[in-house]
């Protein structure tokens, strides 16, 4: 139907009409919040690359995630950062590590409000690698036992939810078999799936103290250039038990969203990562685009590639808009 018969702009004109036919909604059901741990009391100690967030003692944390969970927020994603480092990480699944007691603190406070755990070795190891570390190489199969390890330590605090992120191979199936074995069952996996060697992980290395001490991360994390590859590693993860999988970062990787959620139809989500976070943030602090409006658009366009559930540091900024109607 080409023009004068059809006009695409009738249904742009009102403003209502355009709503009723909006095909991507972005809603706060579909935001997970990103917190960081730290020991202590009452700290609350900003991350000057990521403004607006802050390093929190576990009190300081249990409030923030009240907040969230009365904004509606339905899900937090807890990191910690240990007292002291070591090669293993051993705080990662320590019973009194930074996580599991911040874990006790959410549940306590916010019974209802869902907590989700990354898993990995990365903010506790001295060396900064997501894995065992010998003779200057990141090594596979000896860190399974570690990340499973720490999965079930943070189910016994009361995690709703384990994400592990190390991208090591044959970790979900460890972590499901472990929990399994320790009477979790019930307790899901949400799987870093296809989590790739991003520069924009900048801003959270800073805000975690996770920087590699030697080398990187590219032995592990996938390459940007790979799509096919993200189809794999998906697969791999659903086969081993993955209830939910995720694609990380989320805006420079729309097109493998996409693709993951047309390929395997099970829930998908994405990470809109801390680059991502302080992109917006920047621009919008120097004026040079409209924050909150650049922000809502990033996330609907997570949303319409096809993510069930956006990790974002917008999450409580984002809640604000949408409660009061904003669209992109």
């Not at 189809?231 to 993860?237: A, F, N, T």
Request: charge should be negative; include cysteine; aromatic fraction near 6%.
């Amino acid at each position: 139907m080409p023009y004068p018969v059809f006009r695409p702009r009738r249904l742009r004109e009102l403003p209502l009409l355009r709503k009723m036919v909006r095909e991507t909604t972005l809603r706060v059901d579909d935001l997970i919040y990103p917190l960081f741990a730290v020991h202590g009391r009452g700290i609350r100690e900003p991350i000057p690359s990521m403004p607006g967030q802050c390093r929190l003692s576990v009190d300081e944390l249990a409030k923030d995630a009240k907040d969230a969970a009365g904004m509606m927020i339905p899900a937090v994603l807890l990191f910690g950062l240990p007292k002291a480092k070591d090669p293993r990480g051993s705080e990662a699944y320590a019973e009194d590590g930074i996580v599991q007691q911040a874990i006790r603190a959410v549940k306590d406070t916010i019974p209802d409000l869902l907590v989700i755990t990354d898993v990995c070795l990365c903010q506790y190891t001295s060396h900064g690698h997501c894995g065992v570390v010998e003779d200057g190489r990141v090594k596979n199969d000896p860190t399974l036992d570690l990340l499973a390890r720490t999965a079930v330590s943070h189910a016994e605090a009361g995690a709703d939810m384990v994400a592990p992120s190390d991208m090591m191979d044959g970790r979900v199936a460890a972590i499901r078999e472990t929990l399994d074995e320790a009477g979790f069952q019930e307790t899901p996996i949400m799987a870093y799936s296809a989590k790739y060697a991003s520069s924009f992980y900048g801003p959270f290395r800073e805000a975690a103290e996770s920087a590699p001490q030697f080398g990187d991360r590219r032995a592990y994390q996938m390459d940007p250039a790979n799509a096919i590859e993200a189809i794999r590693e998906v697969g791999l993860d659903v086969d081993e038990g993955a209830d939910i999988v995720m694609v990380k970062p989320a805006l420079p990787y729309l097109d493998v969203i996409a693709r993951v959620k047309g390929e395997f139809g099970i829930p998908v989500a994405a990470y809109s990562v801390s680059g991502e976070y302080a992109m917006i943030k920047a621009a919008g602090r120097l004026g040079w685009l409209d924050e909150e409006r650049a922000m809502l658009e990033a996330l609907t366009a997570i949303r319409r590639a096809g993510a069930d559930l956006v990790i974002t540091y917008f999450a409580k900024d984002a809640a604000r808009l949408l409660e009061r109607g904003a669209t992109p």
